[in-house]
Structures are given as structure tokens and as C-alpha cells.
T-cell receptor, first 114, second 112 residues
Framework: SAVISQKPSRDICQRGTSLTIQCQVDSQVTMMFWYRQQPGQSLTLIATANQGSEATYESGFVIDKFPISRPNLTFSTLTVSNMSPEDSSIYLC???????????FGPGTRLTVT | KQEVTQIPAALSVPEGENLVLNCSFTDSAIYNLQWFRQDPGKGLTSLLLIQSSQREQTSGRLNASLDKSSGRSTLYIAASQPGDSATYLCAVTVTGNNRLAFGKGNQVVVIP
């Protein structure tokens, strides 16, 4: 298994600002993912964070709004840019250990945009 | 596109009763299926992982079955306790792309 931490755990932000969320894993992992969970909804995959190259975004999500970095095999960041109240969600990172095909999730970042 | 449905959306049971949570998916070409637990405002805890070649997995009071051909999985929780109150999420890994498709969850309340 893997131990995943996220920072911050929660934040309240003003409309039009940006927030960067950090995800740290206690071991090297091949695959890292970012998900969004809007209030009352299930999880939606935003993108796959690729080490050393640009992230792979799902339909409906774009790099300008959700830039992602992955400088090494244990760390990734997701930025939520130019926020609006519709961005209020829980953002979660997950990892898949090599050859495991089981995903492990971080504790999430609860974002409220006012 | 893989669609995952969980029924019922919400249920309340008295302590000690067995819980039965259902998950269905539209595309049987899955690599595996995972059941997760989510407490309010928190992240996900992995409960059970069933590979596509398996029929069931057990962990303590939890048992999950998988019928890939009919696109169904069931999570059984025996002798429920108030601490089992949470939302249970079912997710399938689509073959070939590592992506998880989630259902909306079963919100469970166990009444003492």
C-alpha cells in the first residue's frame, strides 16, 4: 500500500484567485491521478499526472484551468486557477503502485470558493 | 462509456443487521473492481479489490462478490455497527487505461 498526504486539507478562497494543492507519497509510484468530487456527487477524474511530461487531461478539463506538475515519482501539484464558486469541491489525489492496479487515495482537500 | 450505478442511494439499518449494497456497471470489459469507504468530508479508504478473474473477496465482516458477465457487484457487511456509517463507493478500472469509473455511492446510517 501507500501513504498519501495532501496540503492544504481545506481552504476558503476568494473568487478569481488560484490555489495550489500538493500531494506527497511515501514511495515512488508510476501513476498519479487527480480527482474532483463536487458536493453530493461522485468522483470525476481530472487528469493523470505524468512524471517529466505534460499531464493527460480528461474531457472537460483543460490545462489552463487545472495546471498540474509532477517533478518526480513521489510528488505532484494541482492548481485550481481563476476560481469561481463552481470550483468548490473536494480534490483528491490517488496513486497506483506499479503492477498493482489498485488505487490508493489521499485524504482530500476541501475547497470552498466565495 | 462506462456507467456505474449504485442502489440504493441511501439506507438506514438498525445495529446488528446485515448490509447489502449493490453496484452495476454497463461495460463488462473491466480489469478490476474496488469498493471504497468515504466518511463525510474525507478521502477514500480502500476496502476490497476484486480482480476480473475473481468471484469474491473477503475481509473481516466484509464480503464483496463480482459477476462480470452480468455487470454486477455486491458488498455485504455482516452484523453492522454504528461505526459502519459512511458512504460506500464502487469503482471499476476499465481495461487498458487505468482509469477508475465511480458510482455515486451508497450512503449508510447504522442506528444504535
Amino acid at each position: 500500500s501507500a501513504v498519501i498526504s495532501q496540503k492544504p486539507s481545506r481552504d476558503i478562497c476568494q473568487r478569481g484567485t488560484s490555489l495550489t494543492i500538493q500531494c506527497q507519497v511515501d514511495s515512488q509510484v508510476t501513476m498519479m491521478f487527480w480527482y474532483r468530487q463536487q458536493p453530493g456527487q461522485s468522483l470525476t477524474l481530472i487528469a493523470t499526472a505524468n512524471q517529466g511530461s505534460e499531464a493527460t487531461y480528461e474531457s472537460g478539463f483543460v490545462i489552463d484551468k487545472f495546471p498540474i506538475s509532477r517533478p518526480n515519482l513521489t510528488f505532484s501539484t494541482l492548481t485550481v486557477s481563476n476560481m469561481s464558486p463552481e470550483d468548490s469541491s473536494i480534490y483528491l489525489c490517488s496513486v497506483e503502485l506499479q503492477g498493482d492496479y489498485e488505487q490508493y487515495f489521499g485524504p482530500g482537500t476541501r475547497l470552498t470558493v466565495t | 462509456k462506462q456507467e456505474v450505478t449504485q442502489i440504493p442511494a441511501a439506507l438506514s439499518v438498525p445495529e446488528g443487521e446485515n448490509l447489502v449494497l449493490n453496484c452495476s456497471f454497463t461495460d463488462s470489459a473491466i480489469y478490476n473492481l474496488q469498493w471504497f469507504r468515504q466518511d463525510p468530508g474525507k478521502g477514500l479508504t480502500s476496502l476490497l479489490l476484486i480482480q476480473s478473474s475473481q468471484r469474491e473477496q473477503t475481509s473481516g465482516r466484509l464480503n464483496a462478490s463480482l459477476d462480470k458477465s452480468s455487470g454486477r457487484s455486491t458488498l455485504y457487511i455482516a452484523a453492522s455497527q454504528p461505526g459502519d456509517s459512511a458512504t460506500y463507493l464502487c469503482a471499476v478500472t476499465v481495461t487498458g487505461n487505468n482509469r477508475l469509473a465511480f458510482g455515486k455511492g451508497n450512503q449508510v446510517v447504522v442506528i444504535p
